[in-house]
């Protein structure tokens, strides 16, 4: 089934000259950041392996329909990282990205390097910057989930701070800090009633302002040993008033669980998916149950549900995934597989439908398109647009002048290469130019 799908690409890619940026095939990852930007997922950071990071930034376009195995990425060149990051958070805000803390390493000397904590995209202009950020001195922190508001705070709490970075053990965090991106200053709430010290919890902001966490690691106090939150164990912060409460959630027993995934859906549902145990005593995971539950933030208190048909062609239990909602489709990424102990292969996403509680394999942006389209990771605000809607014949028209335009570019490629071999074996030997595969001409437009 796959077979000729591959060779149409390996000959689309490699046989056409269609250099990288089209045909890109990301490594495969976890702990990455992954936000919907113009119908565009982009996946950026995350690591490799315990000792291999990326820096590319890439995206899997929703404007068209494709099956979930048979993806095609695409690369935005100019928008490299300028840091290798993993276990950060990354919001949005607008078509701009922030992205927060992680574990952040120098990509020119290949040590850890915190000198700046906050990096932004200009997803119009393809380019990172280091904002000048004023207010309190906010630390490093690992593990964070931030949410923004609509006024464009983004509320940072607690997390994790690697103080050896050798053994990765360092303590846990129960603050408030907020990065205000109208005004460029970081403010660290002085607040009562705080919670336990967290890692690694669900963040997701309510219309009404307030912000639900749940799950992941903590501790009763510091040096205490980490554990995992009980999931019924809701901890409320409300960004009108700055104050924290607790909710005890009823319904179906959810697994406690970290490194998992959760998204608002627009009428009020929190999907949690994947995720894996944690403890202080071994330093393996294990698989957590149900993999997909939901939280129904309409009632009072909260309640938890496993939807009946999420066990069927269920992704494998997986962590350090991703997910996105787009339309009604949420949309996994990446992570590490418990059952295989490999990483989920970068041709795959998973797709839930978030209306027939269904795992899916076709996306299809059409369908059940609402009048306008939301689209949340779960940890930031609602972003509406407007994305045009494609018939098939326009999809067929575009297919056609994309082939066609891949002939035409192998053309002038194939003869702008043997002109060029042709003059360059006519002169003397000249110096090796240092060129980058990547700053090739033709391959720096805009995205
Ligand atoms: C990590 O991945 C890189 C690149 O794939 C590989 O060269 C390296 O051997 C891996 N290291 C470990 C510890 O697995
Ligand atoms: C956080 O960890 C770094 C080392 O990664 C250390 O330099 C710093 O002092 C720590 N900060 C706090 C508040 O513990
Ligand atoms: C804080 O952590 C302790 C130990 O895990 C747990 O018993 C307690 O319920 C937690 N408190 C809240 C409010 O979640």
Known sequence: MDFPFKLFKFIFCTLLLINLILCYDPPKRYFHNSLIIDNRLLIFSGAINASTFTYELFYLDLSNSFENDKLTWTLIPEGNLPIYTWRSTALLDGSTI??????????????????????????????????NLGGDTVPPRQDIRGVIDNLGKIYIFGGFNATNLASYTGHLYNDMNVLNTASNTWTTLSISNIPNLSEQYAANILPNGIIVYFGGVEEVSDNADFTLANMNKIKLFDTNTNEW?????????????????????????????????????????????????????????????????????????????????????????????????LFSPSSQVYLY???????????????????????????????????????????????????????????????????RKAKQSAKDKRPNQNGQILEMPGSNQRY
Request: charged share 15%.
């Open 98 to 131: 922030y992205l927060y803390g992680g574990f952040m390493i120098n990509k020119d000397t290949h040590d850890y390097d915190y000198s700046n904590l906050v990096y932004k995209y200009d997803y119009s202009t393809s380019t990172w910057s280091t904002p």
């Open 245 to 341: 409460s607790e909710m005890d959630a009823t319904g179906d027993d959810i697994d406690p669980r970290t490194y998992f995934s959760s998204v608002l859906t627009p009428d009020g549902y929190i999907i949690i998916f994947g995720g894996c145990t944690y403890s202080a005593a071994s330093t393996s995971f294990f698989s957590v149950s149900p993999k997909l539950a939901t939280l129904d933030t309409n009632k009072d208190p909260f309640e938890w549900s496993i939807p009946s048909d999420s066990d069927v062609n269920s992704p494998p239990p997986i962590y350090g995934h991703a997910a996105n909602l787009y339309n009604d489709f949420m949309i996994i990424t990446f992570g590490f597989d418990l059952d295989t102990q």
């Open 353 to 419: 439908d978030i209306k027939s509680n269904k795992w899916v394999t076709t996306f299809n942006p059409t369908d059940n398109k609402p009048t306008t389209t939301t689209t949340t990771t779960g940890t930031n605000k609602p972003v509406t647009t407007t994305p045009a809607k494609k018939s098939s014949k326009s999809l067929a028209i575009g297919l056609g002048a994309g082939i066609g335009a891949a002939v035409l570019i192998t053309c002038i490629f194939i003869v702008t290469f043997i002109v």
